[in-house]
């Protein structure tokens, strides 16, 4: 119940800010960690050149790796346009706190889904248009954010 009355009275789409950039360094932090001796922390940009010389990695992790930096990128490419979206819905006065909390929660969640499949599940190929639905969810709720403030 309280969950309940924190989500109704509780502003917390401003703290979902620092949390998406969280789920964007998740995958981010996979793929370092699972590139290993690859991994180069003095020249971090290097790793990928260094995973394409490794012969002993096998294909599934290197294409792991590759999907984990990719939905690093796009989470990161995605963050600024819903921060932007999350100051105007609240700055606006026109959505109310749960709905502004309820946005925010699908924002994550869908964000957080698209990092899942993205990375794991689309070891098949055909998980693709899952990836790509949870990724217009979360843009969809950033264009929601905006036509409500408007």
């Known amino acids: 119940m309280a969950a309940l ?13 620092p949390a998406a950039f969280v789920l ?31 012969t002993t990695l096998n294909k599934v992790t290197l294409r792991r790796i590759q999907r984990a930096q990719a939905a690093a990128a796009n989470g990161l490419e995605t963050i ?4 932007a979206a999350v100051v105007a819905a609240n700055t606006s006065g026109r959505i109310t706190i ?7 929660l699908g924002y994550l969640a869908a964000r957080a889904l698209y990092n899942f499949t993205y990375v794991i599940l689309q ?3 055909r998980i693709a248009p899952l990836r790509t639905l949870f990724w217009a969810a979360s843009i969809g709720v950033i264009f929601a954010l905006f036509t409500m403030a408007a």
């Open 5 to 17: 009355d924190l989500l109704t009275t509780t502003n917390l789409s401003y703290h979902s800010i």
């Open 24 to 54: 964007a360094m998740i995958p981010h932090t996979y793929a370092n960690m699972a590139a290993g001796k690859n991994y180069d922390l003095a020249n971090p940009r290097k790793t990928a050149e260094h995973l394409q010389k490794d």
């Open 80 to 83: 600024a346009l819903y921060a």
């Open 98 to 104: 749960p709905t502004l909390n309820k946005l925010a």
């Open 123 to 125: 070891d098949n190929a």
